[in-house]
């Protein structure tokens, strides 16, 4: 399934939920930054810690299964309007460094853009 179809299923799966503004994204991002700080020691941890700032804004994040343990970049939509982007990948101390944030889908295509470009490199 391509990017494109994933949000068009997605549409057609999600509840008529309105998006955040500015300010939101905003908060949220910054409370994401300052809990994925520091390495986690599983996958499932880090999930966990994305899940439980969503959970502040009333945004219920559902667990992931089959995540890959040599790392990912995921996008997945959270309402009409915004998406959560996250990328983790494991760290040589046998940890994982995570990244996640609220965005548009504009700025879901530049994040996915950007680390292909660092792969292609």
Do not use: C, W
């Not at 955040?20 to 810690?49: F, R, Y």
């Not at 970049?73 to 994982?96: H, R, V």
């Not at 295509?109 to 490199?121: C, K, L, Q, R, W």
């Amino acid at each position: 399934m391509n990017f494109k179809e994933f949000i068009t299923e997605s549409e057609e799966s999600m509840p008529n939920m309105p998006g955040m503004d500015s300010d939101t994204h905003q908060k949220l991002n910054l409370l994401l930054l300052v809990e994925l700080d520091k390495p986690v020691l599983t996958i499932e941890a880090g999930i966990s810690k994305i899940r439980k700032i969503l959970y502040l804004e009333g945004i219920a994040f559902e667990s992931l299964s089959g995540l890959d343990s040599e790392g990912d970049e995921i996008a997945t939509q959270i309402n009409d309007t915004d998406y959560l982007y996250i990328l983790y990948f494991p760290t040589d101390d046998g940890y994982y460094d995570f990244y996640a944030e609220v965005t548009d889908e504009q700025g879901i295509i530049d994040a996915m853009s950007e680390t292909e470009g660092e792969v292609n490199s």
